[in-house]
């Protein structure tokens, strides 16, 4: 285990970073948001992850899992922490996500979307990472893009692989051509516009054309979502929560009450 530093004074988590405010975007005359020049600040993993581990190990869980006491659930979920983060994460969003694990963790029963946040840095803590490609630079994944300053990978399904962009959602049957547009809930862009999603079995290349109903497989269909405690391979074939371990498998899970024999245990005590 790392040796886990206690900081002094942080009595609140919230104020112990104060990293929010890095968004180097400016408007031009015409009132388009560009990105600065300037460089994406940062902070270590180690520092990050020690705010993260204060945050996760509330009362409630060293209960709950059973730790030996609370520093032996802080130096475990550190190190988790950090198998989840690069050795340098963004500043911006540092403090929201932290807050939002105390938030997860406070009732040692976490819903699915708190499981996204926890397990896979979902919701507000996507901000801290900031993928090495560069706007307008190739990428497969949102988490290959600057998280931090907004961007995300705009995929288009006549393409194998999106670029990194800060998003513009247009209207249903507009044009979407330009890298940076998107389309909006129940369409996505065919490389020249929005049109409506695919219904199960129609054959898709990128999540998108499959929308919330469902994603699409291996096999190249769109497929609905599977059902909480089905089998599954990843997070996106799961209708709510995520595809995690339970008794030796892979199921979806929409919630876990934290208990000694749970998996999510062992990095918590």
Request: with cysteine; charged share 25%.
């Given at each position: ?47 990050f ?12 869980v ?80 949102a ?55 695919l ?65 999510l ?5």
């Amino acid at each position: 285990m790392r040796t886990h530093h206690v900081w002094v004074g942080c009595l609140f988590l919230v104020g112990c970073f104060h990293l929010d405010g890095d968004r180097d975007r400016e408007a031009d005359d015409s009132g388009t948001v560009r990105t600065g020049s300037s460089p994406t600040r940062t902070v270590s993993s180690q520092d990050f992850c020690q705010a993260w581990a204060q945050a996760a190990c509330s009362d409630a869980v060293v209960s709950a899992c059973q730790a030996t006491d609370a520093k032996h659930c802080r130096q475990s979920q550190s190190e988790f922490c950090r198998s989840l983060v690069p050795d340098q994460t963004a500043a911006a969003g540092g403090d929201e996500c932290v807050s939002a694990v105390s938030a997860a963790y406070r009732d040692a029963d976490l819903s699915g979307s708190e499981l996204q946040l926890v397990l896979r840095l979902g919701g507000p803590c996507e901000r801290v990472l900031r993928g090495t490609a560069r706007a307008g630079d190739a990428c497969k994944a949102a988490n290959e893009c600057d998280r931090s300053r907004g961007y995300a990978c705009a995929m288009k399904s006549d393409s194998g692989a999106g670029t990194c962009q800060i998003p513009e959602v247009v209207s249903p049957g507009r044009d979407c051509k330009a890298p940076e547009k998107t389309c909006g809930s129940g369409f996505y862009c065919d490389g020249h516009n929005c049109i409506e999603t695919l219904a199960a079995g129609e054959a898709c290349s990128i999540q998108a054309q499959c929308a919330e109903m469902g994603f699409c497989n291996e096999a190249g269909q769109c497929a609905e979502h599977i059902a909480v405690n089905q089998p599954c391979h990843n997070d996106g074939e799961c209708a709510r929560g995520i595809c995690s371990e339970f008794q030796g498998e892979q199921v979806c899970t929409d919630r876990v009450v934290l208990s000694r024999a749970d998996p999510l245990c062992e990095a918590l005590r």
